[in-house]
């Protein structure tokens, strides 16, 4: 069965780091880009991260120099290390995969078929 779960949020200090980690099972990661996304509170889902199976990545504005995504294809893993985190990073923060790389670089949920359920992130002093 095809699953994503996001794990590795929680309550995080302004300015310290949190690695997030996507894992997949029930099919092969390999071939797929992959994607996180975030809702804030009372905000609308936003792109965050990408990359794509041949490791192309794209960030949003808001994070870029921030934060770094990765893939670990044979632990059928995605992780996106967030540095230097702000109240403003508050969010669930889900992953989810694309069949489809046509708006991969935009971050765009267009392309992006299949979602975890997310992972709650705090940034609060």
């Known amino acids: 069965q095809l699953q994503l779960v996001e794990s590795g949020g929680g309550l995080v200090q302004p300015g310290e780091s949190r690695r997030l980690s996507c894992a997949g099972s029930g099919f092969f990661l390999n071939p797929y880009s992959i994607g996180w996304f975030r809702r804030p509170p009372g905000k609308e889902r936003e792109g965050v991260s990408a990359i794509k199976a041949r490791n192309d990545t794209y960030y949003a504005d808001s994070v870029k120099a921030r934060f770094t995504i990765s893939r670990a294809n044979a632990r059928m893993t995605v992780d996106l290390l967030m540095n230097n985190l702000k109240p403003e990073d508050t969010a669930v923060y889900f992953c989810?995969?694309?069949?489809?790389?046509?708006?991969?670089?935009?971050?765009?949920?267009?392309?992006?078929?299949?979602w975890g359920q997310g992972t709650q992130v705090t940034v609060s002093s």
């Open positions: 989810a995969i694309a069949y489809y790389d046509s708006y991969v670089e935009r971050i765009s949920e267009a392309c992006f078929h299949y």
